[in-house]
């Protein structure tokens, strides 16, 4: 896949992800969350320029580098969001401010990993940046869902006569 292709999917990704993170909805937690981050990671895995050959050792430490910081903020993400279970026992989940900040700092983040990489002279593929946003929606996914079997069932004020 090319790098422009790359930029705009994680582009739009990210967007409708962010977008339907702040607006309360329904949690499935039967669903398949992990068939779109396989999805994105199959895609990026396929990029014979994952890793920039030239300099093997730093383009692999910096990929490690962030997807461990993907890992840790997909698990922080994960931790901000709000749950709660509606009167017909449905969970519901809606991103918070806290959410959004995760959001900035990890783009902070990954800017200066961008920089670090750039002072090494390391080729960075938009593929990279699509393997992290398949980890950080996994891991997002499996703490909200975790949370989300903890949660209490709501209790019922029905009176029946």
């Known amino acids: 896949m090319t790098g422009l292709v790359n930029i705009v999917v994680i582009v739009a990704v990210m967007a409708l992800v962010v977008q339907r993170q702040l607006r309360a909805q329904r949690l499935d937690t039967e669903r398949r969350f992990w068939a779109a981050p396989l999805v994105l990671a199959v895609l990026a895995l396929r990029d014979p320029q994952l890793v920039d050959r030239a300099h093997e050792g730093p383009a692999i430490a910096l990929l490690a580098a962030s997807l461990l910081v993907v890992l840790a903020m997909g698990c922080v993400w994960g931790w901000t969001v709000r749950l709660w279970r509606g009167a017909d026992g449905a969970v519901w989940a809606r991103g918070t401010r806290a959410t959004v ?12 990993l961008f920089a670090i990489g750039s002072a090494l002279h390391v080729h960075q593929s938009g593929s990279a940046l699509l393997l992290g946003l398949a980890v950080l929606l996994l891991v997002r996914a499996l703490v909200v869902n975790w949370r989300a079997r903890d949660l209490e069932p709501a209790h019922r004020t029905d009176v029946t006569g």
């Not at 900040?101 to 200066?112: D, E, F, K, Q």
């Open 101 to 112: 900040a995760a959001w900035v700092g990890m783009i902070g983040i990954r800017l200066g």
